[in-house]
């Protein structure tokens, strides 16, 4: 039986019963029997009040489509509750929540006190105790191993962009409907005379005009709190959905987005005027951004919501994951240490014309950032500590207008324990060594806590955390005291949660690692109109959920596409190796390929193939460091060190949007007409020269 709302409900079974009438009408009018006197009644007159009542109970049947929601709970949203049995049991076994996280265990404690009407944890009863959240549907922490030495929490955190006016309109309900089925509830107080219908127009700006709307809103408050009826709903604290309102009154004449952010998991004692205790979870509300029809949804998600939101294509396509667990693989086995004599891939006449441009041409300096195994060598460790120290004392100082926090002090260079990182820097040596003026600032960043890595990392995510609650209408210098707390609170959990050090060729790091420097960038670009490179040498698994990528982004990512052998197309898609995959859709990442000069692709080399490969943002160059160490993890930071130095030459002026697609288009032109793969080998002297 699909869902119905209560006065549809009751006018159904209005209907019901008029037709039961006529029938027995019928039965007694042909039996010679008078029913309530209608034995005067006639058999045509009987007959039209049947067919009158059926066509009343079809007509209302099919005025609204019964709704896909449940009226009211399911019997397996109950468990029972022996002699013995404590709420902190009971959370345990059915949810895997301990008191060890306490903000997660005092939010489901209090979700399922307001669902059962429980004053205090001590007075619960023998019998049927009813949870208002599926037992895999907590917003429980993901628990991961960290090299054996026990168990760190990481938080899945997801942002939603929603269409306002899609919201607002009838097309909106099945949003409306997936939305509700993946958020969490969260807590508000009612007061005597409030109603279901109050509730939906006061909280989410729902009314008649919606009635299809109102109707799953209505049946999740029913099913949150473990009730049949409408006018059953308590006063107190009762379980509501999370779905941001649809007032108009938060829409301005410049059309400016509203914003709420949902703190499931922190929830605060608030004495009722009844004097009974209630609790609410804490949220946020402010406006965002100046361009209209988009609400933003931040919120924490378990494995089994991120898995729901997968299947919801309206919304999967809108959302993007803040912080999460994800999966690095390096394209290459762990190396020994260089000889630093890497071969040559330029040549000679390439060399002293990009030297000479660099020198006599240079119209601004650029940031290169290396996404790796964390820092090669002592110069570049001092130097990338410089240069992220530059740039976030500017985030501290011209955003937040105050000093940052953190001491500017760095511990004794240690080498990594992966030599990933040590290659790129070999791989570079022949092209940095034409930069005598500096002018591409290479910074290489950790994505664990080695070489002494944590409180740069928790910088790093503090600010990525506040730029994040940031738009065109609020400023860093307007988030609050509690904001910029709460945010170093949630990077410190992110750092601690991160793996102590590489072990082989792959980790498991955080989404957090790999997108606090595009935030950062995306900040100092919109500030100072600059752009930056981002090189990533490793592939991950391809995932619908998309990280979250500042849009524009104010740089390019430089990505490998992985050294699975010519046979394997990243543009198929059972592979789709993020990030290199995004080079088909987007202009802000650029797929590498390891392209030998006047030689077909390298046999290592993933490829890129399709009608649509041509159009991709793809380039190729050589990847070879030594006989025997050769791939796409080092053709890529040479592209991207390529794509740095053209930057630092530009003389055209370029919109955000624009510079992204100019880069692109310069790219193709540097290509040659072969039909062979080697077309995609960036070709040093015609890409500079444009």
């Known amino acids: 039986m699909g869902y119905m709302p209560a006065k549809k409900k009751k006018l159904l079974d209005l209907a019901w019963a008029a037709c039961?009438?006529?029938?027995?009408?019928?039965?007694?009018?042909?039996?010679?029997?008078?029913?309530?006197?209608?034995?005067?009644?006639?058999?045509?007159?009987?007959s039209s009040m049947y067919f009158i009542y059926c066509w009343l109970f079809l007509i209302v049947l099919s005025v609204e489509p019964l709704h896909s929601q449940p009226y009211g709970p399911n019997q397996e949203n109950f468990v029972d509750v022996k002699k013995g049995d404590t709420l902190t049991r009971i959370i345990r076994q059915q949810f895997?929540?301990?008191e060890d996280s306490p903000e997660v265990f005092a939010s489901l404690q209090a979700k399922i006190m307001v669902a059962n009407r429980i004053e205090s944890p001590k007075k619960l009863k023998v019998g049927k105790l009813f949870l208002p959240l599926s037992r895999f549907e907590s917003a429980t922490v993901k628990q991961y191993e960290n090299n054996g030495k026990g168990r760190n929490g990481r938080r899945n955190v997801i942002q939603i962009k929603l269409d306002t006016d899609r919201l607002r309109n009838e097309d909106g309900n099945n949003l409306i409907d997936h939305l509700t089925d993946i958020l969490p509830p969260t807590i508000i107080n009612t007061k005597e005379g409030d109603t279901v219908s109050d509730l939906i127009v006061?909280?989410?700006?729902?009314?008649?005009?919606?009635?299809?709307?109102?109707?799953?809103?209505?049946?999740?408050?029913?099913?949150?709190?473990?009730?049949?009826?409408?006018?059953?709903?308590?006063?107190?604290?009762?379980?509501?959905?999370?779905?941001?309102?649809?007032?108009?009154?938060?829409?301005t004449d410049r059309g400016q987005v509203s914003c709420v952010q949902y703190s499931t998991l922190e929830t605060t004692k608030i004495n009722t005027a009844n004097g009974n205790i209630a609790y609410a979870d804490k949220k946020t509300m402010f406006v965002q951004n100046k361009t209209p029809?988009?609400?933003?949804?931040?919120?924490?998600?378990?494995?089994y919501v991120l898995s729901k939101l997968e299947r919801y294509q309206d919304i999967r396509n809108n959302a993007t994951m803040l912080e999460g667990n994800i999966s690095i693989n390096l394209a290459l086995q762990q190396t020994e240490i260089l000889n630093p004599s890497p071969m040559l891939t330029l040549t000679e006449e390439e060399r002293n014309l990009i030297s000479q441009l660099l020198y006599a041409s240079a119209t601004r300096s650029v940031y290169l950032f290396i996404q790796d195994t964390g820092w090669p060598s002592e110069s570049a460790y001092k130097s990338s500590y410089k240069h992220l120290f530059h740039i976030m004392d500017e985030a501290w100082s011209q955003g937040l207008k105050r000093q940052s926090p953190y001491p500017?002090?760095?511990?004794?260079?240690?080498?990594?324990?992966?030599?990933?990182?040590?290659?790129?820097?070999?791989?570079?040596?022949?092209?940095?060594?034409?930069?005598?003026?500096?002018?591409?600032?290479?910074?290489?960043?950790?994505?664990?806590?080695?070489?002494?890595?944590?409180?740069?990392?928790?910088?790093?995510?503090?600010?990525?955390?506040?730029i994040n609650q940031t738009s065109d209408v609020i400023a860093l210098n307007e988030l609050?005291?509690?904001?910029?707390?709460?945010?170093?609170?949630?990077?410190?959990?992110?750092?601690?949660?991160?793996?102590?050090?590489?072990?082989g060729n792959q980790i498991q790091t955080d989404v957090a690692a790999i997108c606090a420097p595009l935030e950062l960038s995306f900040w100092l670009g919109k500030k100072n109109h600059q752009f930056s490179f981002f090189n990533q040498s490793w592939t991950t698994p391809y995932r619908k959920i998309k990280v979250n990528f500042p849009s524009p982004l104010y740089g390019v990512v430089v990505a490998a596409?992985?050294?699975?052998?010519?046979?394997?197309?990243?543009?198929?898609?059972?592979?789709?190796?993020?990030f290199a995959e995004r080079c088909q859709g987007y202009p802000d990442t650029i797929g590498v390929l390891n392209v030998h000069r006047n030689i077909q692709l390298d046999p290592s080399s993933s490829d890129v193939r399709g009608i649509f490969a041509d159009q991709a943002f793809v380039a190729g160059f050589d990847g070879t460091v030594v006989p025997g160490i050769n791939g796409t993890s080092f053709a890529a930071p040479r592209?991207?060190?390529?794509?740095?130095?053209?930057?630092?030459?530009?003389?055209?002026?370029?919109?955000?949007?624009?510079?992204?697609?100019?880069?692109?288009?310069?790219?193709?032109?540097?290509?040659?007409?072969?039909?062979r793969m080697d077309k995609f080998w960036l070709r040093p002297k015609d890409f500079i020269a444009q």
């Open 202 to 251: 006061h909280y989410y700006g729902i009314g008649t005009t919606r009635p299809n709307a109102a109707a799953i809103l209505e049946g999740k408050i029913l099913k949150y709190n473990n009730l049949n009826r409408p006018e059953d709903l308590p006063v107190g604290a009762v379980l509501t959905p999370s779905l941001p309102s649809l007032k108009s009154d938060l829409y």
């Open 639 to 675: 592209v991207a060190w390529l794509l740095a130095a053209h930057e630092v030459l530009r003389s055209k002026h370029y919109s955000s949007i624009e510079w992204a697609l100019a880069l692109k288009d310069i790219v193709k032109k540097s290509r040659n007409t072969s039909d």
């Open 293 to 303: 029809i988009a609400k933003i949804i931040q919120f924490e998600a378990d494995e």
């Open 408 to 466: 500017r002090t760095i511990s004794t260079f240690q080498l990594p324990t992966n030599h990933h990182c040590i290659d790129i820097e070999a791989s570079l040596k022949e092209f940095t060594s034409l930069d005598t003026n500096d002018r591409i600032n290479i910074i290489y960043l950790p994505l664990t806590k080695e070489q002494g890595a944590s409180q740069l990392l928790t910088e790093l995510f503090q600010l990525y955390y506040l």
């Open 96 to 98: 895997g929540v301990t």
């Open 480 to 503: 609050s005291q509690d904001q910029i707390a709460q945010a170093k609170k949630n990077a410190s959990a992110t750092v601690k949660s991160l793996p102590d050090r590489w072990s």
């Open 561 to 578: 596409v992985g050294n699975e052998s010519t046979n394997y197309n990243i543009f198929d898609d059972n592979h789709l190796p993020d």
């Open 20 to 46: 039961f009438l006529s029938v027995a009408q019928i039965t007694c009018l042909l039996a010679n029997v008078d029913f309530g006197g209608c034995g005067g009644i006639h058999l045509q007159k009987a």
